[in-house]
């Protein structure tokens, strides 16, 4: 199977103290390459020989405990993060929160967020908005890219304006797929 260089890490060693073959559970020692999804592999890259899939030795042990290795592979990492005292990124973004638009205050600012590896939107509040932008590290604001957007409640041309400035934003940004994700023009339209 073909894998871009950038969603691997190849030509990497271990000693034979660290891996065990997932299936046999006998250790491993050689070149080895991790996968964008944190799976390991034997060899220097994907195409070299018949890559067979690795497991940490402590990890090994977790899911012989009759754990699933999602659930394993969070432990794992968590476990060292307890150790090295390394506090774990926030995963949970708060909901965003709208004052009611008024005739005298006919535009509002949307805030949100996009993956750097995917075209996933998210609408988030001015504090998340804020926290990333400014590399918060309760955040793990690197695999998003914080962007704003003026949205008009009212006008007689609010359908057009709005559309407009999502197209823009998108420009901006550079946050292509925003004109596929916002599709309601005239949402909190007063």
Known sequence: M???????VSDQYTNGNELVYRTSKKPYTGKYHILANGKLYTGTNAA?????????????DYLE????????TNTYYDSIRRQQNITPPMVELLEPKYTQPTVKYPVLTRYFLRRTNNAIFTEVSLEDYTAIKNKDKK????IYIPFELPWSTSGAYIKGTNERMVLLTEQR????GFTQYITNYTEFSI
């Open 139 to 142: 955040y793990n604001w690197g």
């Open 65 to 72: 405990e009759g754990n699933t290795l999602n659930t394993a």
């Open 173 to 176: 940004y550079k946050v292509y």
């Open 48 to 60: 070299d020989g018949v890559p067979q899939e690795l497991v940490y030795t402590a990890l090994n």
């Open 2 to 8: 073909y894998y871009p260089k950038s969603k691997i």
